[in-house]
């Protein structure tokens, strides 16, 4: 996904953001923007991306294959391996 640059605030957007700052919380009219509590929808870790670190490693080349051939192809090869470690990890971390 590509990054986008937002556009810049007009000076009327500025000057309310500014006039909405000096007030006090219960100054602000929030009637028109219920609070929304209902989380049944909500999906956790929706936006984590652990950070990858790229490394030189040697496996077997059957290793290799049986992952490359597998089924899923909406998915590298690479990410295979990577849940599988992290699947070996879980169950042995108890």
Known sequence: ???????????TQLAEIKA??????AQIDTKDIPEVRD???AQRGL??????K????RLDA??????????KQSKGYQTCINNALREYIDEHAR
């Open 54 to 57: 790229q490394l030189t490693l």
């Open 20 to 25: 909405l700052a000096a007030m006090r919380e």
């Open 47 to 52: 936006f984590y991306r652990p950070v990858k």
């Open 39 to 41: 989380w049944s929808g």
């Open 1 to 11: 996904m590509k990054k986008t640059i937002s556009k810049r605030l007009t000076p």
């Open 62 to 71: 059957d290793i290799i294959t049986w992952f490359k051939n597998r089924q």
